[in-house]
């Protein structure tokens, strides 16, 4: 059985990805950092089938045994500091979480096994204030925030030790996809659930910041499938993973609220605190490469994507309503 190490396993992409190897009948062993509670939330129904080390993005020596003791033939470092906003306010350690701990997972596999097969989740959010459109595998970057600084650093670094190691290394420069486990704090959950929220008369007012940002957004279980596929190719490479279409967070808010037959501009309000220092206005990707060579395409549409968020997120909170009556 192949064996697979995941970084970020505890989060979204982190809990796919581990249903989909698991599923294709891999080892799975998923690494946790310490935290004063658990926060197995994601892949409670997939825990016991799962194996776990401790280890901390910042610390070398917890990675290097990781590998160690493990001996994984493919690591997913999907662990980083994701949110840009945060960023702004924790450059410094979005810089050593989501930059540097790239050199450090990809030294550790160096060090211990170079035949380790590599994939580095790269984003979209590199490609910033966009050079094209489309944006491609060769549109030049313009990152607009820390974290997209960061990941352009991960993504080069990933090239840098491919060519000058011969490692299997890849990355994937997804583009926004989102899920029923998405974070509260990204835009598209903070919709499911604050619509949702209002529809059952818990709140009246969902507070957003800038309407009118366009992202390319999939869903999530779809993009685990593609991370695979990468690294089962002979040759190491980058692609670019999205849906090639484009929505505004205003079209978001107005299929999640109509869906519950709902007007969001009743309901959004706009707050200047939810706005970015700088912004990034539009993405919208390519993924004919991906297509080409993996095979790979998108199978949720925006329209499915965003029903299966907000009925998710109603199930949700009816279920907690529930519990306290
Ligand atoms: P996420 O839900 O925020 O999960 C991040 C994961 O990283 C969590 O498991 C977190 O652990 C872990 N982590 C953070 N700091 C760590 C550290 N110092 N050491 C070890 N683990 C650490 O992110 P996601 O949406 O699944 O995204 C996965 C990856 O893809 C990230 O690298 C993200 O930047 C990138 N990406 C995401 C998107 C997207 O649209 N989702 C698009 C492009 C690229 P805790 O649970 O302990 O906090
Ligand atoms: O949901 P977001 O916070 O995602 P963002 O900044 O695009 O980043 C996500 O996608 C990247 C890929 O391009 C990933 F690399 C990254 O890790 C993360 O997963 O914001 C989306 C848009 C932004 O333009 C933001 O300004 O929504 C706008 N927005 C408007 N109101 C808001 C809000 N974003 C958030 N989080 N909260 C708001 O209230």
Redesign the pocket.
């Known amino acids: 059985m192949p064996k697979a190490l995941i ?8 809990s796919y990805l581990a249903e989909a190897l698991l599923q294709k009948g891999y080892d799975v062993v998923g ?3 310490r ?1 004063s509670t658990v ?1 197995y939330e994601r892949i409670a129904h997939i825990q016991g089938s799962i194996e776990f080390v401790n ?4 610390d070398q020596v917890s990675l290097i045994d990781a590998i160690k003791i493990h001996e994984p033939d493919e690591i997913y470092n ?6 840009v906003q945060t960023s702004f306010g924790q450059p410094v350690l979005t810089g050593e ?2 930059a540097l ?1 790239v050199t450090r997972m990809l030294d550790a596999i160096r060090i211990v096994n170079p035949q380790i097969r590599f994939y580095q ?5 590199m490609f910033g204030k966009v050079a094209e459109v489309p944006q491609t595998e060769s549109t030049p970057f313009y990152p607009r925030s820390p974290y997209g600084v960061a ?1 352009v650093y991960g993504h080069w670094i990933t090239v840098n030790y491919r060519e000058s190691y011969n490692l299997h290394a890849s990355s994937g420069i ?5 899920s029923p486990r998405r ?1 509260l704090e990204f835009v598209t959950r903070k919709i499911s659930y604050g619509a949702a929220s209002i529809k059952l008369g818990l709140e009246e007012k969902l507070s957003l910041g800038n309407l009118d940002a366009k992202r390319d957004w999939g869903f ?1 279980g779809d993009y685990v499938e593609a991370m695979w596929k990468m690294l089962q190719q002979e040759e190491p490479d980058d692609y670019v993973i999205c849906s090639g279409m484009t929505h505004s967070v205003r079209e978001f808010c107005d299929l999640a609220f109509s869906h519950l037959e709902l007007n969001y501009e009743d309901h959004v309000v706009v707050d200047e605190q939810f706005f970015r220092p700088a912004e990034v206005d539009l993405l919208v990707g390519d993924y004919g490469k991906a297509k080409n060579v993996l095979s790979w395409e998108p199978s949720t549409s925006f329209k499915d994507l965003v029903t299966m968020m907000v009925e998710a997120d109603l199930a949700l909170l009816e279920g907690r309503l529930k519990g306290l009556a």
């Not at 999907?78 to 949110?83: G, I, V």
């Not at 997804?174 to 989102?178: G, P, Q, S, V, Y």
Request: proline share 0%.
């Open positions: 970084t970020g396993i505890t989060g979204q992409d982190g690494m946790v950092r935290s926060n280890g901390d993005l910042l999907l662990a980083a500091q994701s949110f979480t989501t701990s989740a790269s984003s979209s959010e990941k997804l583009f926004n996809h989102e974070g999530a």
